[in-house]
C-alpha cells in the first residue's frame, strides 16, 4: 500500500472510508483501553476517566463534520458536568497545501492545540499515536461518538456525531442505544468551505471529486 492509501494518507479519497462497515466495540461490548497524550503532553489511559459516564468524540481541524458539532458538544458538557467529554484527535480528514497529512507526533500535537484554541474546545482533548492505535480501534470514522458508562459497557455510539441522539442517550444513560448507524447532519456551506480551506485548495478540490461517491456511501449507509 503506498503512502496515498496509508493511515495519513497524503490526499483524500472515498475509498479510506468504509461508512457501511462500522468496525470497534459495539454497544453494550466492553470497552477498550487505549494511552493518548494530553495537550500539556501528559500520558494518560482511557480508563482514567472510568469514575464518570465518557462521551468520546473524534475529530482533526481538517474535517467539516467535527467543525458543525464542536459548538453543541461544548453545550452539551455544561448540560451534563457529571460526564466526561473527550475529543480523540485523529488523523487529518481533509489534507492539503495549507494542513498537510501528519508525518510525526509533533505535527499532530500542534494540529490539536490549533483546533483547541479555533473552537474554544472546553473538553478534554487526547492526542492519539501518529499511526492512529485508539482511532482503529473504535472504528476510524472521521467523526465518530462513543458513550461508555462508568461500568466500561458501551452504551451507545454513532457513526457519525449525532447532537439530537447523544442528548437522549445521556438523559437515559443505564440504557444500551443498539442503533449505531445515524445519516449525516451536513454542515452549512460556510462552515465546510472554511475547514475544508485550513486544509487548503486542493484539499478542498479533492472533497469535490469524491462528492458523489461519498453521497452514494451515505445513501447505502441509510438504507442499512
Known amino acids: 500500500m503506498g503512502k496515498e492509501h496509508s493511515y495519513n494518507y497524503e490526499h483524500f479519497n472515498p475509498r479510506d472510508y468504509n461508512f457501511k462497515n462500522f468496525k470497534g466495540p459495539k454497544a453494550g461490548a466492553k470497552y477498550i483501553d487505549f494511552e493518548a497524550t494530553t495537550l500539556d503532553g501528559k500520558t494518560v489511559k482511557f480508563s482514567d476517566f472510568l469514575d464518570k459516564t465518557i462521551v468520546l468524540d473524534t475529530g482533526s481541524i481538517t474535517c467539516p ?128 468551505l472554511r475547514t475544508l480551506l485550513i486544509g487548503g485548495v486542493r484539499a478542498l478540490y479533492e472533497f469535490l471529486k469524491g462528492l458523489p461517491q461519498l453521497m452514494k456511501q451515505h445513501k447505502e449507509v441509510e438504507s442499512k
Request: overall charge positive; hydrophobic content about 40%.
Open 65 to 192: 463534520m467535527y467543525a458543525n458539532t464542536t459548538g453543541p458538544m461544548n453545550l452539551l458538557k455544561e448540560q451534563f458536568p457529571d460526564v466526561h467529554f473527550l475529543l480523540l484527535y485523529v488523523r487529518e480528514a481533509h489534507p492539503g497545501g495549507r494542513t498537510k497529512e501528519i508525518t510525526n507526533f509533533a505535527e499532530k500535537m500542534g494540529n490539536a492545540k490549533a483546533t483547541s484554541d479555533l473552537y474554544n474546545e472546553k473538553r478534554e482533548v487526547l492526542v492519539d499515536t501518529v499511526d492512529g492505535i485508539a482511532h482503529k480501534l473504535y472504528g476510524s470514522m472521521p467523526n465518530m461518538t462513543y458513550v461508555i458508562g462508568k461500568d466500561g459497557i458501551i452504551k451507545f455510539r454513532a457513526n457519525w456525531a449525532n447532537i439530537d441522539a447523544l442528548k437522549k442517550v445521556l438523559l437515559n444513560p443505564d440504557k444500551i442505544e443498539s442503533k449505531d448507524y445515524y445519516s449525516v447532519v451536513k454542515p452549512p456551506l460556510r462552515i465546510a
